[in-house]
């Protein structure tokens, strides 16, 4: 190990304690706030993953996110099927779907994947309401563990730094360095030989595993799930927004956006409920004609300027 | 035969849409995901001429076709075009355009929203008519007959003028056709404005029969996303055919299995031309 790499690793060390000890000094409403930030981190940087160096907007957060939560629901409410039982197949169940998906999509140009990720959630939640209508029966599902706010923020901690250690591994290892070509210039990827769409289509998997693990572990959050709370597309878009906010081409780079724009968030739910998707839109502009590559970028190329 | 007519009808407004849209992504390389809300926008001022002052949606339609082409045009001017000049390649403008776009889509709903938060409700031409032995609202067959009209002029318009030649061989190749003397700017500033034109009249068009709302653009969008994929980038004639199909296969579905699965059955026609076509029903096949 070099010593840039012992250092990485010192700090990511000590970042992890200092998350592991939030629950034990805050509670209540700062705990919910962390947990929520904690969510938006495992997500975020997991997107950022497949996202960051293919540059494929994936929009599917939302539809992985809602087949875990989903899955848990109806297991635990329809079949009586134990929480952890369901939180570890929904993962499998959401790589699946993406192993389908990313080989339909990812073999083509980039358009058809946006496109077709666009509208997932909303597809799927229209299907799942279809089929509870009228062979299922039931409308809403009951999650009911006893797990507070704090066992969920150690969970999904525990999720992020696996994220973490995937993201580290990968950038280390073949598919890693293979992907970067990709994301550079597809064609010289092809022509020395990297398989370019099962190398895509491998990471957009790892994406919706952790996306839906995430919202399994979330579900007990809502205790009362329904289609149309968990698939939602806005979450979609939210974790977009705080990955490019923070910058997508360091693995650390999500976490520094997700920390402000979730206590922005929180702020404008509470003081403007009726301006969420203006601001959402708003955002998004802002970051691509003034922070195209996020704060990471910006810090970046501030620090190149002071050092000539 | 019900399903048929209506399910024509329907694909007619929905191929103006696809038009707007293939005009902007074909000519302007612009994958513009606010063009569902510039339908939504085209079908709020609808009602809200129609409910304040009892203006009829073919009239809004005329006033509201120069309005959204100087907005488009604005837009494209000064939010898209410096987007076109900072990227180097195609891929960056695509990821640049789709979030940009993203965020004019996300404030124009939010703006909507905060002008009329509810359904975009109001009765116009609510009669029915009847169409070879079956039933059919007025409004849905007057739409129809315009939105083939504007079609068929913007297809006679593309084929036979000079300025629609233009327009077709920014279209082919945006480098060749500057080095034959095309202003190549200027005409994709034309066409995304004419592109935002047509859509925000199928908008005004659309409203008489689907009831919008602030936030359905996002619907439209992918549907007409799906039927220019499916006919073909740049394809005007097989953006009508694909329209056609969709609007058909929607209605079946929506008929005789649920209303609900709409999407999905957009979904599954998506899937299959992504598997089976990917270049679009009349393309050739890439090397």
Known sequence: MKLAEVRNLAVGIVVALLAIAVPLVSDGYWLSIATTAMMYIALSTSWALFSGPTHLIALSTGAFFGIGGYLVGTGMSDYELDFWLMAAVAPFVAMFLALLIGLATLRLSGVYFVIFTLGLAEMIRNLVSWIQNNFLGSRGLYVLTDFTDAHIYWMLLAVAIVVFLTGWWINRSRLGFALRIIGNDEEVAKHVGIDTAWSKVTLFMTTGFFAALVGAIVAPRYSYIEPNVVFSPQLSFLVVIMALLGGVHRLWGPLVGVIPFTLMWEAITIFFPSSTTLFLGISFLLIVYLIPNGFVGMFESGLARLRR | ?287
């Open chain 2, 1 to 287: 035969m019900d399903i048929l007519i209506s399910g024509l009808l329907l694909g007619g407004t929905y191929a103006l849409m696809a038009m707007g849209l293939n005009l902007q992504y074909g000519v302007a390389r612009i994958m513009n995901l606010a063009n569902g809300e510039m339908l939504v926008l085209g079908g709020l001022s609808a009602f809200w001429l129609f409910t304040a002052s009892a203006v009829s949606p073919l009239l809004t339609a005329i006033i509201i076709a120069p309005l959204s082409f100087i907005g488009n045009w604005l837009i494209y001017r000064y939010l898209l075009l410096p987007l076109v000049r900072r990227s180097k390649n195609q891929g960056q403008l695509e990821v640049d355009s789709i979030l940009a776009t993203f965020g004019m889509s996300f404030a124009l709903v939010g703006v909507m929203v905060s002008i009329h938060g509810e359904y975009f409700t109001y009765s116009y031409l609510a009669d029915p008519l009847s169409v070879f032995g079956s039933t059919v609202a007025l409004n849905r067959a007057v739409a129809f007959v315009a939105a083939v009209a504007i079609g068929g002029a913007l297809y006679f318009w593309l084929n036979r003028t000079y300025a629609g030649t233009a327009v077709r061989a920014v279209s082919v190749s945006a480098e060749a056709s500057g080095l034959v003397g095309i202003n190549v700017d200027r005409i994709s500033a034309f066409a995304f404005a004419l592109g935002g034109a047509v859509t925000a009249i199928g908008g005004t068009l659309i409203s008489t029969f689907i009831t919008l709302d602030a936030s359905i653009g996002v619907l439209f969008t992918m549907k007409a996303l799906i039927i220019i994929i499916m006919g073909g980038v740049g394809d005007i004639r097989g953006a009508i055919i694909a329209a056609l199909i969709l609007g058909l296969v929607e209605t079946a579905v929506a008929t005789i299995v649920d209303p609900g699965l709409t999407l999905a059955s957009a979904y599954v026609i998506f899937l299959a031309v992504l598997l089976f076509r990917p270049q679009g029903l009349f393309g050739r096949r890439t090397t």
